[in-house]
């Protein structure tokens, strides 16, 4: 028997399942790593403006594609026009490709939960080497992942509305209140006022084409764009919702956790004497190092922050498990339990190897392209495939849909405002795939090893299209 397509249950926990998938790993751990190596303010500048031109209206557009659809990424796309169907597709695949790697930083986060109070930050000159030690050891990020897995598996399990909704309704204020606890302590170091004037203080001497290509690649990822993931979530909203608005809120939402995890971490990193610019390591290495400079509250405090980051990357991996699962019900017409099991199998082994990659495995890269498998998922999402799927998007609200119908959807058939239609039309139509354009093709041409890797996205692409030929 075919199961009754779930909606969410209010639009407040929309939106916390919304922005919960916004929030992640993106805003907490990549965020004020980019804004410290590139410049601080300047390049925060920057980010502000690709994400409430570009990122909001790509927003607006995925959820106007999912809800007018009713379906997820592969369905929506199908739905329109059956050529388009590859674009859903790479969406799905996309998903994969991130749900191969970001658990493994989730399991990360997980273990430095609970090292935070086994004596993780007893001796401050040994913070660094135990990360690199932890992350580079065959059976523990395992077991830590396995851990974080179970939690994910176990919340899409239960379905949209007491499944995601409910953890996100619990979880995301929960998220907000723990970010507040540290910067209160942060922001009242002495010397702290270096950090809030790194990142707010406009220093435009930094700023190069990489900055702006940094900035519009992170919108991407920070929003969940590009992938259908937004689309998927969308399908599953009740006809009489605000769209525009929404994708506004949520937007907002996701803005300021990134900003707010800023002022949490930099004060501190400057009143401690660190390098802002630390890259990678700073949430592992640089935010334990300031903790463990705080006497007795720094262990407490540090749980609450790696338990906000865990909070975080939860409920952005449940949404990423969603579009493929949400996909083997509307398209495989599957049970849920079974799509979960699947997918999560197929996660598991791409996790496995993603975390021995940095390990064991580090030596041996894959062949020809020359990177480990945590590092080819990464770059493939985050350089290549949402940049794609976004283009994809823009050209296909702009000159497949028809603009009639998408008017209608985010009126909800006129019966309510949207003011600023003409303008979010033409922009997506004309602008936004220039714009995206140029930061899909810097980003390629700034990977390590081009050539390799941009052949194996081609690659992935003409298969997607190949596979998608399936569903004519
Ligand atoms: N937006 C999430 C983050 O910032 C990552 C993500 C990307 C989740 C794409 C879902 C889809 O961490």
């Known amino acids: ?108 986060a997980t273990a430095y939960m609970f090292k935070s109070v086994t004596g993780l930050l007893k001796d401050a000159s040994a913070v660094g080497d135990a990360f690199g030690a932890f992350i580079s050891n065959p059976v523990q990020p395992l077991i830590w992942m396995g851990l974080y897995m179970v939690l ?145 509250v720094g262990p407490i405090l540090s749980f609450i922050f790696f338990t906000a980051l865990m909070v975080a990357a939860l409920t952005s991996s449940v949404s990423l498990l969603e579009v493929v699962v949400a996909y083997l019900i509307d398209q495989r017409k599957m049970k849920r339990v079974n799509a979960v099991i699947i997918t999560s199998v197929i996660m598991i082994i791409m996790c496995v190897f993603a975390s021995l990659s940095l390990g064991v495995m580090a030596d041996k890269p894959i062949p020809i392209l020359g990177v480990g498998a945590f590092d080819l998922f990464d770059i493939l999402t985050d350089k290549i495939f949402l940049a794609i799927g976004g283009l994809l998007l823009a050209v296909f609200i702009g000159f497949v849909m028809k603009k009639e119908d998408l008017k209608k959807e985010l009126t909800n058939e006129g019966t309510i405002k949207f003011g600023a239609f003409e303008l979010w039309y033409n922009f997506t139509k004309f602008v936004a795939p220039v714009l995206i354009a140029i930061i899909a093709i810097s980003g390629i041409i700034s990977m390590k090893d081009k050539v390799a890797l941009m052949l194996f996205g081609v690659g992935i692409i003409v298969v997607s299209a190949l596979f998608s030929k399936k569903f004519k």
């Not at 916004?22 to 303010?41: D, H, M």
């Not at 390049?43 to 994400?51: A, M, W």
């Not at 270096?194 to 900055?211: E, I, N, R, Y």
Request: charged share 10%.
């Open 152 to 296: 994910n598996i176990i919340i899409v399990a239960r379905g949209i509305s007491s499944g995601i909704e409910l953890a996100s309704k619990v979880l995301m204020p929960a998220l907000y209140v723990m970010l507040f606890i540290i910067i209160v302590r942060s922001v009242t170091l002495p010397g702290a006022g270096a950090g809030l004037a790194f990142l707010f203080k406009p220093d435009f001497s930094m700023v190069t084409g990489k900055t702006f290509l940094a900035a519009l690649g992170q919108a991407f990822f920070s929003l969940s764009l590009g992938m259908g993931c937004m689309i998927t979530y969308g399908s599953y909203l009740k006809k009489d919702q605000n769209l525009p608005n929404n994708a506004a809120i949520v937007v907002s939402m996701d803005t300021s956790v990134a900003l707010l995890a800023g002022i949490a971490i930099f004060p501190a990193v400057f009143a401690f004497g660190l390098d802002p610019g630390a890259g990678p390591g700073l949430v592992f290495v640089s935010v334990p190092l300031v903790f463990a400079h705080m006497g007795a």
């Open 1 to 108: 028997m075919e199961e009754k397509r779930e909606n969410w249950g209010s639009k407040f926990g929309f939106i916390m399942a919304a922005a919960g998938s916004a929030v992640g790993l993106g805003n907490i751990w990549r965020f004020p790593y980019l804004a410290g190596t590139n410049g601080g303010s300047a390049f925060i500048i920057i980010y502000l403006g690709c994400v409430f031109t570009i990122g909001l209206s790509i927003m607006t557009a995925e959820f106007a594609v999912g809800r007018k659809s009713g379906l997820s990424a592969v369905g929506a796309y199908m739905s329109v026009s059956k050529n388009w169907t590859f674009a859903g597709v790479l969406g799905v695949l996309s998903g994969f490709l991130i749900m191969g790697f970001y658990p493994v930083v989730g399991g990360w």
